[in-house]
């Protein structure tokens, strides 16, 4: 659907100009980060901004490692914003294309049992509401809305400055091993505990899971980054490349499928290497594809797993791309899809030229057996009602909703559904 409106504010003081004159004529509004969501959460039927231009740092409390972004910022320019205070972000989700509003709005996480999603490294927010005022939510102004704003789907407010707590920045050792599978889901919630960040990809039709540990390291560590030549072949010619023209075929003649899945296995799944966190926590992926992520009560991933990996055998379907399984520590941010449990997410995918609707429904209703809990920027079909019994605090947020945008003048249909009109 395309806006009627687009702007390419440059300032804080633009959004707010775009809001209020929203506002007099009567239009819906709503900021737009990369666009990398999966669902219609995006979409600005209105008015759409464009915050591109406004990245950057604001300011930064070096005592607190405390840094101010201007909301548009994109992730990928992150590390060198953040290298001459020798600082870092926590943890990454497994890309870095996104914009840090978009990313904290949709819950964006990554892996790690003890690490929370990137809205939990957010301590104080700046947005413009939609009666056009600034409002500032952190440690000194209504602290007690952070858990909302910091993670608010785009529906309180147009953030147009992110205060994210940072870390010293550290280097990661990285281990990828492929492994029995069923030994993986066997000692899955023993090992998540005993190292920093656990994550595994399976490829349907093998049994092998391809793991990935990986161990924080002081800044000081020795790196030992992939040779550009190996990173080229994982990344740009396997991960990206060849895969592209596997999928592209394996959606015409399904039955090459599984031969594939098992050669990606075989050559992919080993490496060992050391280099800056921003560079192994996240990788290029230029392959297009669906995806939907469900959250789960740690505890229930490998029964979970399981049955997903029974549906596929009954019913006979080719999958191309791997599910792929993680971890976060339990948070209150109000709409977390961790909020108050340690959290286990299975992931899966199609290439974007398969229909994935019998899959992602039949995946679906196995997760909502195991109380699972959609990611808030993929594919699902929850609404307002089933969602409310998901999420503890969902009606407090409907509440202050109410309070800060009683017009809905941030709506979208997707919104719509979600929250109820
Ligand atoms: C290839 C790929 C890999 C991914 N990997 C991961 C992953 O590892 N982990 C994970 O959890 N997710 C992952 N995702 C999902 C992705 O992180 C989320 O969908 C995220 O929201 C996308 O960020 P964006 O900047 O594109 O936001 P958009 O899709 O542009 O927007 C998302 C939401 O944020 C709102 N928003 C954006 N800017 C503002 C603002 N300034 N103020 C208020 N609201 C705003 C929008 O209105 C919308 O509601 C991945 C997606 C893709 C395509």
């Known amino acids: ?66 840094v101010t972004l201007l909301a548009g910022t994109r992730l990928h320019q992150v590390p060198a914003l953040l290298a001459p205070y020798g600082l870092a972000m926590e943890n990454l989700g497994d890309i870095d294309r996104q914009s840090i509003s978009g990313a904290i709005s949709t819950g964006t996480h990554g892996t790690g049992a003890g690490f929370g999603g990137i809205a939990t490294q957010v301590v104080g927010v700046t947005v413009i509401t939609a009666a056009g005022e600034f409002r500032r939510i952190d440690e000194d102004h209504d602290p007690h809305l952070l858990g909302a704003f910091a993670l608010g789907l785009g529906a309180l407010g147009i953030l147009v400055e992110v205060t994210l707590r940072c870390v010293p920045a550290f280097v990661m050792h990285e281990l990828d091993r492929p492994e029995p599978l069923e030994e993986v ?14 994550e595994f990809y399976w490829f349907p039709h093998t049994d092998i899971a391809l793991t990935k540990t990986t161990t924080r390291l002081p800044e000081s560590a020795k790196r030992k980054p992939l040779p550009p030549v190996g990173k080229w072949i994982d990344e740009t010619l396997l991960s990206n490349g060849l895969y592209r023209v596997v999928c592209g075929a394996a959606s015409a003649v399904p039955a090459i499928a599984p031969g594939f899945n098992r050669l990606a296995v075989r050559l992919t799944g080993d490496r060992e290497y050391t280099d800056r966190s921003f560079k192994v926590l996240t990788q290029s992926r230029t392959v297009r594809f669906r995806e939907m992520e469900y959250a789960l009560p740690a ?123």
Do not use: C
């Open 185 to 198: 889901l066997d000692g899955v919630l023993d090992r998540i505990t005993n190292v920093d960040h656990f």
């Open 1 to 66: 659907m395309r806006p009627q409106i687009f702007e390419r504010p440059r300032t804080p003081e633009a959004v707010q100009r775009a809001v209020l004159a929203a506002r007099q004529r009567g239009l819906i509004i709503k900021a737009v980060g990369a666009g990398h969501s999966f669902t219609g959460i995006a979409v600005a039927p209105g008015v759409l901004l464009d915050l591109s231009d406004m990245s950057g740092i604001v300011s930064v409390d070096r005592e607190r490692s405390y």
């Open 299 to 421: 505890e229930h991933v490998p029964a979970a797993f399981r049955a997903v990996q029974a549906l596929i055998a009954e019913r006979g379907w080719r999958i191309t791309f791997p599910v792929e399984v993680r971890f976060a520590a339990a948070d209150d941010l109000w709409l977390s899809t961790a909020h108050g449990r340690a959290t286990g997410y299975i992931a899966v995918h199609r290439y974007w030229r398969e229909d994935p609707t019998e899959y992602f429904t039949a995946v679906e209703a196995i997760m909502r057996t195991f109380g699972g809990r959609p990611h808030w920027g993929k594919m699902h079909t929850r609404d307002a009602a089933s969602l409310r019994e998901a999420y503890p605090r969902f009606d407090d947020f409907i509440t202050l909703r109410d309070e800060v945008d009683p017009d809905r003048r941030f709506r979208n249909r997707h919104l719509d559904r979600i929250l109820g009109a």
